[in-house]
């Protein structure tokens, strides 16, 4: 069994470094989003690519590869939290220093596109990482729920507590069981485009967890069943299914509803499985630890981080 590394949590006064794998966004969000971690207690230091623009990306490849890399390697540096999502972190996975990003383990937090980096990390470092909100989001303002989720997660305060959503947005259960695993995954067009390459996703005895935004049920049919064929939800120990964000047909098309869609591909398989958390493109937002092992009873929807 491979061991996972662990990063050290964060404390009041630690570097936390922002950077932009994928695409660009205006100097005043990241203006906003610096100030804001700032006045949480932390030191915040911005990558050049957070300034850069080159079309749907912020910079070039190797600009956008080199701010990760540096930021890895600088011990001190203890966190790196994305700019944004959009476009652009598969185009730099060959540039990235994975055996020094090994060697350097930091909190890293990011959804979206960034579903690759979270991916590459946990396969090819073995490092936990946090699906959670970005300096986008930051910048447009975290509810309370979203940043006691955010802050209790990068400080390391998760054994023994629950993934839980806000109260007046429960959990559901879509098929019974109970299971443990690390939880791995993400966004679903993102996850299916490991496929097949250095970086495929691997859900064997994990917890695969999946969110989407923007795309009509036939799409996330034709993503699920490309899952479903490659072994991918077979492999899994449990599945957990996050906000499906504007996921709905056209008006005027003949479709079926993203949760017969659900009920077709996933709770087909009988495994333990959970849906509505309130985790990817939504806000309220929870922040999720990959990586760490936890207790997951479908029938009573919760999750338990065991470490």
């Known amino acids: 069994m491979i ?8 404390k009041k006064g630690d570097i936390i470094a922002i950077v932009a794998p994928a695409s660009p966004l205006t100097k005043s969000k990241v203006s906003i989003a610096k100030n804001y971690l700032e006045k949480l207690g932390f030191y915040v230091i911005v990558g050049k690519s957070c300034y850069c623009k080159h079309g749907y990306l912020a910079g070039n490849d190797l600009i956008r590869a080199y701010d990760i890399n540096q930021m890895f390697l600088d011990d001190e540096v203890k966190a790196i939290i ?5 476009y652009g972190t598969a185009r730099i996975l060959d540039l990235l220093d994975f055996e020094s990003i090994k060697k350097h383990p930091k909190v890293f937090i990011g959804y979206s596109d960034i579903t690759t980096l979270h991916i590459a990390f946990n396969k090819l470092c073995n490092m936990v990482t946090f699906h959670g909100p970005m300096a986008v989001d930051i910048s447009n303002g975290l509810d309370d729920f979203t940043k006691e989720s955010f802050l209790s997660n990068i400080q390391g305060n998760t054994k023994g507590t629950k993934i839980s959503n806000p109260i007046e947005k429960p959990i559901k ?4 069981g109970i299971t443990s695993g690390e939880i791995i995954g993400g966004n679903l067009t993102l996850i299916n485009s490991t496929l097949g390459t250095p970086y495929e996703i691997d859900t064997r005895n994990k917890i695969l967890f999946i969110e989407e935004v923007g795309e009509r049920p036939y799409k996330i049919d034709r993503l699920l069943t490309q899952l479903y064929y490659a072994g991918k939800l077979d492999d899994a120990n449990g599945i957990i299914i996050g906000n499906f964000k504007n996921c709905e047909p056209l008006s005027d098309e003949a479709s079926q509803r993203i949760e017969q869609v659900f009920n077709d591909i996933i709770k087909s398989l009988n495994k333990p499985t959970i849906y509505n958390v309130q985790s990817g493109h939504c806000k ?5 630890p990959f990586g ?5 009873d479908a029938e009573r929807c919760q999750i338990i981080i065991k470490e």
Request: charged letters at 15%; aromatic letters at 8%.
């Open 3 to 10: 061991n996972i590394i662990k990063p050290k949590p964060l």
């Open 292 to 296: 760490l092992n936890v207790y997951m």
């Open 173 to 176: 259960c879509k098929s019974f």
């Open 284 to 288: 309220p937002m929870i922040t999720i």
């Open 82 to 86: 994305c700019l944004r999502g959009g």
